[in-house]
């Protein structure tokens, strides 16, 4: 019975439920179950109308005051128009933030979607804006033409992919530790037919990853390595000894610098730095749904960089898997300790390409800007092709030059270290440090995409899913479309 002239307490709101929500964005991944479905064409009246500005009629005013710009709107009855902007400027990227700031007005139901004539590329990125937009509204099913429904499917795995990606990285890192994401990772390699192997923080002593033993030992939370494996559609075809693919994501739950600490505000939103991992995990809950054609091995390293007791001290030396000597001068250096071994295992098995995403240094974007992400690497074939799969992806990447002439700031008479001897130019001699444990003959491309991983204050679900989409545009062959 409340008491007069007091007024009721606030009810507390139910702790956010992340663990249930990453366990169902599994889900939605591998089984396609999420709220929002697509279904071939059917007479429906509510449509949502994708138009560039030249789509606009002769006569101008009919349509005033919409101008078609990117984003914008017009309600005109049962249709919503989109603009797409320029017909000639037109990308995924593009596309895709029209069709989301479209997605958040859908509500329950279905409604028919159509589709710019000709641009059939454009047609997962506008389906992936659109699911992207309106989470959290459905059930939702978006009608389009039969013709268009094997790359609207693709747009919503696209959709679900990076989805699962932002769960796991904005979830804090009292959530998602070295432990839980590797038993999400096995969860993942359940669901989605993968093969997996932990090892735990004593196997990775044991099995000779120093690098990520060092980074990890002032924690608690004790390091895990996961390897997964994906054999491609044919089922009898068991693990390939040399995978067509390796993929290696950084996985530092939480980076806190390590006993070389962050300044508190630097070490807000460093639940981040597990975005490369996260991705890498997202997309191989994916392959089989994305009717991946190749076989794909994941080398994830995961680790929380705490200053507790056992921390590595600047100036310890630690001997890598492929038994290279890091001086770990600086321990908020740790990301490329934890990958010098990672990507030692994964280049052994001699991949037809290896793939590393990194939230690896702010100078990448200090270079680039918060959206783009920096490549690197020495076979230009490689790089080229993940070039032209983010740009079909719709995600900004941009090469930076593989200069050898800073070696000299990593290696050491002994081995490297992983403090450079200058403070300039760090994107660059981080990926020549990762380079010293990647043999020269595999197609190797570094993507440290520091700027784009997040958006935002340190308080929000600020993850981006970044890298997903240009992962699994290289690896899975939607109907008409030869992977790149
Ligand atoms: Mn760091
Ligand atoms: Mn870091």
Redesign the pocket.
Known sequence: MPTPGVPPPTPRRPARAWAAEIDQAIDAVVDGAGPVAVAADAPIARRIAFVTRDDRPADAGAWLPFGAEVGELSADGDVLRVGLGPATSLTAERARRAAAVAGARLSTGPVAVQLPDGRSDLVPALIDGLVTGCRGIGPVTLHVAQARLADAERGRLDADVARLARLLVNAPANVLTPRTAADWAQRIARRAGLGCTVLGPQQVVESGFGGLAAVGAGSANGPHLVQLEYSGTDPGSGPAAAPDVALVGKG?TF?S??LSL?SPAAMQAMRM?TAGAAAVLAVMAGLRRGRCAMTVRAVLPFAE?LPGPGAVRPGDAVTAWNGTQIQILDT????RVVLADALALAASARPGLLVDLATLTYQAEIALGPQIAAVLGRDDAAVARVLRAGAAAGEPLWRLPWAERYLDQVRTPSGVRNHPLHDSGRAITAALFLGEFVAEDVPWVHCDMTGPAWSGDASGDGATGFGTRTLLRLLTAGAGHAAE
């Open positions: 530092i980076d610098g390590g962050k730095d960089n908020d250096f740790e990301g």
